[in-house]
């Protein structure tokens, strides 16, 4: 137990954080070595999946010695080290299932966010608990609002409070199943996210991530770009 583990079996590639003693609380460490697996996501592989080691936690965020020993100036660095790893999540060509047992707190919660669907057993609780200790919520909490509406992401990010999935509005959580039938419900969910091919994939997520960025007539042009590209190659390889 210790660095998150990684392997690839049948095209997917699956990240378990793993330290269950402590409810698989990250160090910089750990951000290092999940960044580095996400980022070479590609090629053979067709999926991502993230979980957590043991029958407590997907992960309790970052380890509290991870802002207890660090200097004042430290700042910036720890919460870069954060948002290149959490970006690597987000910005992979490939679909990334964020797999949710127990505790999905802070910068786990925003790997999570950053995941383009969620699957989560009843017992999954969610937080954003910063406030807490004194510091905000930021990086992938920027996604909070589009997935549970601007009431319930301020109550969530201004009180720091636990949430389970029947208490937030629905399309957070995209697929519920008991504990142990979670990786049975991924891979029903994983079968048709990479039914389509891998080019069609990158080509959607990448839209999707230039909705997010740019008005409304520039997404719209961007995506008749795409489109023509995606049907020209597709049209080309028969």
């Known amino acids: 137990m210790g660095l998150p583990q990684v392997s690839d079996e049948r095209g997917v590639r699956t990240i378990t954080l793993d330290r269950p003693e402590i409810l698989n609380a990250l160090t910089l460490e750990d951000l290092g070595v999940i960044r580095e697996a996400a980022a070479g996501a590609a090629g053979a592989v067709r999926a991502l999946v993230l979980t957590g080691a043991g029958d407590r936690a997907f992960c309790a965020g970052m380890h509290l010695d991870t802002f207890a020993d660090a200097a004042p100036t430290a700042g910036r660095e720890i919460i870069d080290q954060v948002g290149a790893c959490v970006r690597e999540i987000r910005l992979a060509p490939i679909p990334t299932v964020a797999v949710i047992h127990g505790y999905c707190l802070?910068?786990?919660?925003?790997?999570?966010?950053?995941?383009?669907?969620?699957?989560?057993?009843?017992?999954?609780?969610?937080?954003?608990?910063?406030?807490?200790?004194?510091?905000?919520?930021?990086?992938?909490?920027?996604?909070?609002?589009?997935?549970?509406?601007?009431?319930?992401?301020?109550?969530?990010?201004?009180?720091?409070?636990?949430?389970?999935?029947?208490?937030?509005?629905?399309?957070?959580?995209?697929?519920?199943?008991?504990?142990?039938?979670?990786?049975?419900?991924?891979?029903?969910?994983?079968?048709?996210?990479?039914?389509?091919t891998p080019e069609v994939i990158a080509a959607q997520k990448s839209l999707v991530e230039t909705w997010l960025n740019v008005g409304l007539d520039e997404g719209i042009e961007t995506s008749k770009a795409v489109f023509a590209d995606v049907f020209a190659v597709r049209r080309a390889a028969r």
């Open 106 to 196: 802070g910068a786990a919660f925003e790997m999570a966010l950053a995941c383009d669907v969620r699957v989560a057993s009843p017992e999954a609780r969610f937080g954003l608990p910063e406030v807490k200790i004194g510091i905000p919520s930021v990086i992938e909490a920027a996604l909070l609002l589009p997935h549970v509406g601007l009431s319930k992401a301020k109550e969530m990010l201004l009180t720091g409070d636990h949430y389970g999935a029947d208490e937030l509005p629905p399309g957070l959580v995209n697929r519920t199943a008991p504990a142990e039938r979670l990786r049975e419900a991924t891979d029903e969910l994983l079968a048709a996210l990479t039914s389509p």
